[in-house]
């Protein structure tokens, strides 16, 4: 399916956007009933699971999904979604149609059923859904090496960083100090896949009281 976009220019907010993703997570058909269970929004990505039931009572049957227990199938929905001159728009995919944004939650992945194909688009989605949130969060002044070194716009490389940050205006953007030379540089969360923590700020002594400690002893 290609973008769909809203003319009238009725999703103005993210309130709008969610509200729109569950009313397209929600549909009837003479047999089944679909709804939406939980929405998370990444980036300009919003990720769904929705939940199908029989109408009749009866279990859910599909080539894709395991029958949960109460007889229902979770699904994960990708709705890519961009704004074009003010109206919002939006293309969606189910999960075994190979999505390529691939950072939903771990909390909304629990909530999708078991597969019954491990080699299905689905399975690699929800790898790469995993693999994307195993990427750490590291902390201001952890020390880093990353998988592999990264070339910079001036050649040079550098593969162990420390985290820090710089300021613009009164916002506070992450960036990491480069081992060799001092330089700060931006990295991107998929350059610190696989990297490994050296030494974490969590260990230092608080350069404060290190201050403090050492008038004391004066």
């Not at 009749?56 to 994960?76: C, H, K, M, N, Q």
């Not at 999960?95 to 080699?119: I, T, W």
Request: charged share 30%.
């Amino acid at each position: 399916m290609g973008w769909l976009f809203y003319t009238d220019r009725r999703v103005q907010t993210y309130a709008d956007e969610k509200a729109e993703i569950a009313r397209l997570c929600t549909f009837e058909s003479d047999t089944r009933k679909t709804e939406l269970v939980k929405a998370c929004k990444v980036g300009s990505t919003w990720y769904a699971a929705a939940r199908v039931i029989s109408l009749d009572g009866t279990p859910v049957e599909d080539a894709t999904y395991v029958t949960d227990a109460d007889g229902s199938i979770t699904f994960g929905a990708v709705f890519l979604t961009r704004y074009d001159d003010g109206c919002w728009g939006y293309k969606d995919m189910e999960e075994s149609a190979g999505p390529v944004e691939s950072r939903a939650p771990l909390s909304l992945l629990a909530l999708l059923s078991k597969l019954k194909d491990p080699d299905s688009y689905a399975h690699a989605w929800r790898q790469r859904c995993r693999d994307w949130a195993s990427i750490p969060d590291y902390e201001e002044g952890d020390k880093i090496k990353l998988a592999a070194p990264v070339t910079l716009t001036d050649g040079s490389t550098c593969q162990i960083v420390t985290a820090t940050h710089y300021r613009r205006g009164r916002q506070k953007r992450r960036c990491y100090r480069i081992e060799e030379t001092g330089g700060l540089v931006r990295l991107s969360k998929a350059t610190l896949s696989g990297s490994e923590l050296l030494s974490s700020a969590k260990g230092a002594a608080s350069p404060v009281l290190a201050e403090f400690m050492e008038g004391q002893g004066e």
